[in-house]
């Protein structure tokens, strides 16, 4: 196997050559290192790369394995990620995308990295967020913009863009990433990965709080369903003191790849009504995807909920509220963080608190839809990617639109807590990925895995590689 065909093995794939120690975690960290090192400059999907501390980590493993059993070592013993720069890993650089926190070393871990340093994964390094996580594209002032694996004049999504276009691009195996409306889910669009959004409470936000009543949730990028899930199954936990929590699932959401799921009752649309249809051809990925599924065995129909359009003015309040708190002066904003912040500051607690209360009785709405369906086949974003830079120069009151009406599927189910999860389904004229989300019930991670694979073996994907990440 060659040093590219490694760079893609899927991540359960790796971790089972280490155990057979048939590669050694040295021999991967070296891999993925030399790759980034060689490619990132012009793709820009890291900002800190862990070289130093990566290379120890993994020869420490690679010496440890000699005298370790199979059956101690833990689920991913070596394998590689990547870390987004919204969540601390002790000694290395936390930015959220401002350069003037550049050189600030977070102190501890987040809760879900020592969740994944605990599975043996090894830190390649921290990958690029939009400022503050805000935006569905990753061009943040005093960083290189991150561009797009399968087209470099192309935006790889926001918040997670960093982490998805490592993952595409053949520099990390699997990413960790965060979706508070549609962070992970457009990346994994834009970039041909699958990627997960879980259910409120599935993955604990300690030892910070949750700042943004439930709209957000970490969660995994991959190139396949199975590493996905197994990466849910590492990141997933209660903590004791979190304002949400979830029971473990039983069995593991890697076990549900394996397990066909019983027909379901599926509904499905082209657009987001009111805001509008996706365009052609994400009208068409729907579509040929609703066709997949009756023909897989399960009860297909057009459908969707009423009444997410007026969850736009209550859900921007509570998501800007954010920005403000979070005391950054304005001048080291970019200029759509800036007019949030702005526009928060003339938001009294009496208006945020009514927005919090209507954003939920909204929310209730939405999910009384999925008591007469399990899952809702809808467009992840409704049209394909954008150039980098190609909304910069707009004002923010119509950047704001454009955004609204390209990401219209995704922030709803932040709002309600529901899990969804986008995957692959072709390319656009361009050479783009394209893709659908799936979204279930309440909790039901499970069954959403399921489908996906299901879908996945009925029209592989992974196979498909960037010509840049081939070079």
């Given at each position: ?7 893609f093995?899927?991540?359960l ?17 070296q891999?993925?290192l ?7 400059r012009?793709?820009?999907s890291?900002v800190?790369v ?7 980590d ?5 010496e ?8 101690e070592?833990?689920?991913?013993y070596?394998v590689p990620?990547?870390?987004?720069d919204?969540n601390?890993?002790a ?6 995308g401002?350069?003037?926190l550049?050189?600030?070393?977070a102190?501890?871990?987040?809760g ?8 043996g ?6 990958t690029a967020?939009s400022e503050m996580?805000?935006?569905p ?6 960083f ?18 960093g982490a ?17 409306g ?10 041909g ?14 030892p910070?709080?949750?700042?943004l ?22 990141m997933s936990?209660?903590?004791p ?6 029971p473990e699932p ?5 076990a ?31 579509l040929?995807?609703a ?12 459908g969707?909920?009423t009444?997410?359009?007026?969850l736009?003015?209550?859900f921007?309040?509570?998501f800007?509220?954010v920005?403000?708190e ?6 080291f ?17 009496g ?7 209507q ?5 209730r709405?939405?999910v ?12 992840t ?16 009151a119509?950047?704001f639109?454009k ?6 599927p ?6 309600t ?5 986008a ?44 010509a840049?990440?081939?070079e």
């Open positions: 196997m060659d040093a590219v065909d490694l760079a093995t899927s991540a794939e790796q971790a089972r050559l280490i155990r057979q120690k048939e590669i050694s975690p040295l021999e991967l960290v891999v993925y030399e790759r980034i090192q060689r490619l990132d012009r793709l820009g890291y800190t862990a070289a130093e501390s990566a290379i120890a993994a020869q420490a493993k690679t440890a394995l000699v005298n370790t059993a199979v059956d070592l833990p689920p991913f070596g990620i990547s870390i987004k919204l601390m890993v000694g290395l650089p936390c930015t959220f401002l350069r003037v550049k050189q600030r070393i102190t501890q871990d987040d879900i990295v020592k969740r994944i340093k605990q599975a994964f090894i830190i390649l390094g921290k967020t996580g805000t935006l594209y990753t061009e943040p002032k005093g290189p913009p991150a561009r797009n694996p399968w087209h470099l004049d192309y935006t790889p999504g926001g918040s997670s863009g998805a276009a490592a993952t595409a691009a053949g520099l990390s195996p699997v990413a960790q990433g965060s979706d508070g549609g962070s992970i889910r457009g990346p994994a669009f834009c970039c990965l699958v990627g997960i959004k879980p259910s409120r409470g599935r993955i604990s936000f300690a910070l709080g949750d700042r009543n439930g709209i957000a949730t970490n969660g995994p990028l991959a190139r396949n369903v199975a590493d996905a899930a197994a990466l849910l199954d590492v936990g209660y903590v003191g979190d304002p949400y929590w979830l039983e069995p593991s959401f890697l549900a790849t394996e397990r066909p799921p019983h027909p379901l009752k599926i509904a499905f649309s082209t657009g987001m009504p009111p805001i509008g249809e996706a365009d052609a051809v994400c009208q068409q990925a729907v040929d995807t066709h997949l599924l009756e023909q897989l065995g399960h009860h297909v129909e057009p969707c909920p009444g997410t359009e007026k736009e003015k209550p921007t309040t509570v800007q509220a920005l403000n979070a005391g950054v002066p304005e001048i904003l970019e200029k759509m963080n800036r007019w949030f912040s702005i526009r928060a500051r003339f938001c009294s607690c208006k945020y608190l009514r927005a919090v209360d954003m939920q009785i909204i929310a709405e939405i009384s839809f999925f008591d007469a369906v399990d899952v809702l086949l809808l467009p974003y409704l049209h394909s990617t954008i150039r980098v830079g190609e909304w910069v120069n707009l004002r923010p119509k950047n639109r955004i609204v009406e390209w990401i219209a995704c922030p709803p189910f932040n709002a807590g529901q899990p969804a999860i995957i692959p389904t072709g390319f656009d004229p361009n050479g783009l990925p394209v893709g659908v989300q799936l979204v279930g019930r309440p909790a039901a991670e499970a069954t959403l895995i399921s489908l996906a694979a299901q879908i996945e073996a009925a029209q592989p994907w992974s196979q498909h590689r960037p840049f990440a081939r």
